[in-house]
């Protein structure tokens, strides 16, 4: 979308963002009192609406304002700060991703290699708690790449508690939101668009609530793009690969660095960085990887595009191994064409995030910086219509299957399709009268 400058906000308005900021707190209480929310999906997706409405109405108001009004970013802040602390009060339901980096941590903490250790295996069987239960895909060995398990064995050390280990990726969460800041400050863009992310009702509910690790890797990613913006080219690039052996995720910018020249010769200091990273897990070699090609092979959701290209008939495999070498052409086709990094990152990120056969509600966490930069309504209506996927939850407890139905994939993505294809019109014919 393009960088329109809107009217200020009238004075009479100025107090409207500190309402719908206490709305959000507000709304953010009474979803934590919901309790289990797998067990009051239709209300938890109500008031998440409701509060993604009241988001909406935010940033177009902080949009509004220019200049460096210091208290409209307190309050943004503000706003932002509380919100998380309470949905930390909460105990994360609608995923159980927490539970398996508490294990992991713990594993790391009694000296096991959990890229060697599925948790059902015996030898870790002394580890187990009343926590057990809830940990994912026992059977499988970690997909979690080192620095990930850092963090975990991090948590492990302080309090082996799930609101630690959240606190550990909220705290990332929130630097992230200071990094938007000073690359907005750098680009000369308007600081109050910070409020994109640190208001996202997604972005808080995801790392506060669920407490998802994605966190790390994308403030990693944002501290790359910032390096990158301040001409710190050997920084920018280490800090790529923090992201990447985070989660693996952020692979996708690395077509970026190939198609420049003068990051080109720093690619063998991302590949060493990830190299030392591995070296303590060095001892389980053919398993490092193993449950990733697991992941890549068989995990499927919530994806439209993969779904419809299913519902054809075609060969799974070939499906994945075909939208893959489109995101990896299209990365290099932008690569070439683009010098701005953060330009790169949304469409990228975004045609990577499409084309996912898997695609959770915390994936989208990963555009969400970029939409400060490229705030596209399509976008933004998606990071909101993507909790419908949680009715799952509902139609599992109901037949038993974890599958989200095509009725649902189509309300979740043909207004954000449709939207989308009216922005990319638009601006190619803005951009042919320009021209």
């Known amino acids: 979308m393009r960088n329109v400058k809107t009217p200020a906000l009238k004075p009479n308005y100025r107090w409207l963002p500190i309402v719908l900021g206490a709305l959000l707190v507000i709304l953010s209480v009474y979803v934590t009192s919901l309790g289990d929310l797998t067990k009051e999906i239709p209300r938890f997706l109500t008031v998440f609406g409701v509060m993604f409405g009241l988001y909406a109405a935010a940033i177009l108001l902080l949009s509004r304002r220019h200049g460096p009004h210091r208290q409209t970013l307190i309050l943004i802040f ?112 308007n600081v109050n668009l910070c409020a994109v992310y640190g208001w996202s009702p997604l972005v808080m509910l995801e790392f506060s609530h669920s407490g998802h690790m994605d966190s790390l890797g994308i403030f990693f990613l944002v501290l790359a793009v910032l390096l990158f913006h301040l001409a710190k080219k050997s920084f920018a690039v280490a800090s790529l690969a923090l992201s990447f052996v985070a989660k693996y995720f952020s692979a996708v910018l690395l077509p970026f660095l190939v198609c420049k020249k003068g990051y080109l010769k720093w690619l063998p ?89 898997t695609i959770y509600p915390w994936y989208l966490c990963w555009i969400v910086p970029f939409l400060c930069f490229h705030p596209s309504r399509a ?3 998606l990071t909101g219509a993507i909790v419908i996927s949680y009715w799952v939850w509902v139609s599992f407890a109901a037949t038993g299957n974890w599958e989200v139905g095509i009725r649902l994939l189509l309300i979740e993505y043909v207004p954000f399709l449709s939207i989308l294809v009216y922005e990319s019109y638009r601006s ?3 951009r042919g009268v320009e021209s």
Request: aromatic share 14%; with cysteine; net charge positive.
């Open 379 to 381: 976008w933004l209506l």
């Open 269 to 357: 200091v991302f590949a060493l960085i990830v190299v030392v990273a591995y070296v303590p897990f060095a001892g389980a070699p053919s398993k490092l990887v193993s449950s990733l090609a697991v992941y890549g092979r068989q995990w499927e959701f919530n994806s439209l595009i993969y779904t419809a290209a299913r519902q054809l008939s075609w060969s799974p495999d070939w499906i994945r191994l075909t939208l893959m070498a489109v995101v990896v052409l299209f990365a290099l086709y932008q690569g070439y064409r683009l010098n701005d990094l953060v330009r790169y990152s949304y469409r990228v990120l975004g045609i990577a995030l499409l084309l996912s056969p």
């Open 78 to 189: 503000v706003v932002a700060i509380a919100c998380r602390v309470v949905y930390l009060t909460s105990t994360p339901t609608l995923s159980n991703d927490i539970y398996r980096y508490l294990w992991e941590g713990r594993a790391v903490q009694a000296g096991f290699n959990p890229f060697a250790y599925p948790p059902e295996a015996s030898e870790l069987e002394s580890l187990r708690d009343d926590n057990y239960d809830s940990i994912h895909h026992r059977h499988l060995e970690t997909i979690y790449p080192p620095l990930a398990q850092a963090a975990f064995y991090l948590g492990a050390i302080i309090s082996p508690k799930v609101k630690v280990q959240r606190a550990i990726f909220v705290f990332f969460d929130m630097a992230t939101m200071v990094l938007i800041v000073l690359l907005l400050r750098h680009r000369r863009r």
């Open 428 to 430: 190619r014919t803005l």
